[in-house]
C-alpha cells in the first residue's frame, strides 16, 4: 500500500457496509435500510478532500439511490452481482485507474473488487474469505461506523489524492440501474 499513485476514487458496497446487513419490509412491503450518519461525515470529507466516491451493491433500492443523492454519491450501480466488472466499468467512464481505487465490500461477490483495489477493505463482521483478503478491516461492523473508520484511515495516512479536481467531485453519475 505505498502513497504512489494516490487514492482517487473510494467504492463501497451498501448491504453490509453502509447497512448492517439486515433488509425490513413494512407490512405493506416497502424496504427499509438504516444508515450511520457518522459514515456520511466521512464520505463527506473524502468529497472535500476532492476523492470521488461510489456505490456498486447486488441489490436494487430506493433507499440506496436517496441516501447517496444525500452524500453527493452520483456513481450509483446496482442490481449487479459481479462487482468487478461493474467497478471496471466505473473506471472507464471516469477515466481512473484500478491501482487508485480503495474498494469496501463484505461478503464474497465483493471478493474480486476487493483483491483487484489498489486498497481493499471491510468491516469487522465480513466473511471469513474478504477478510482473508482485505488489506484493511474496520474494528467495527457494517451499518456501525466502518465507512467512516476507512475514510479517516484513508484520509489520516494521506492515501488519497488530496484536491486533484477543481470542478465539484461526482459530477456525473455513471448508472443507476441495472444492466
Request: glycine letters at 8%; one cysteine or more.
Amino acid at each position: 500500500m505505498s502513497q504512489d499513485p494516490p487514492i482517487q476514487i473510494v467504492v463501497f458496497d451498501v448491504d453490509g457496509v453502509m447497512t448492517d446487513g439486515r433488509v425490513t419490509y413494512t407490512s405493506d412491503g416497502q424496504e427499509l435500510k438504516s444508515f450511520c450518519i457518522k459514515d456520511g461525515v466521512g464520505i463527506k470529507r473524502l468529497h472535500d478532500s476532492g476523492v470521488r466516491t461510489a456505490i456498486i451493491t447486488g441489490r436494487i433500492s430506493p433507499m440506496v439511490e436517496r441516501r447517496a443523492q444525500e452524500l453527493g454519491i452520483s456513481h450509483v450501480i446496482q442490481g449487479r452481482e459481479d462487482k468487478l466488472s461493474a467497478l471496471n466499468e466505473l473506471l472507464e467512464a471516469v477515466d481512473v485507474s484500478v491501482d487508485c481505487v480503495a474498494y469496501m465490500g463484505d461478503d464474497l461477490p465483493d471478493l474480486t473488487a476487493i483483491k483487484a483495489a489498489k486498497i481493499g477493505a471491510c468491516p469487522s463482521d465480513a466473511s471469513s474469505a474478504v477478510m482473508d483478503q482485505a488489506d484493511w478491516i474496520a474494528s467495527v461492523a457494517g451499518g456501525q461506523g466502518c465507512v467512516r473508520e476507512f475514510c479517516d484511515f484513508l484520509l489520516d495516512s494521506a492515501l488519497v489524492a488530496v484536491h486533484l479536481w477543481s470542478a465539484p467531485v461526482d459530477s456525473a453519475p455513471v448508472d443507476s440501474a441495472t444492466p
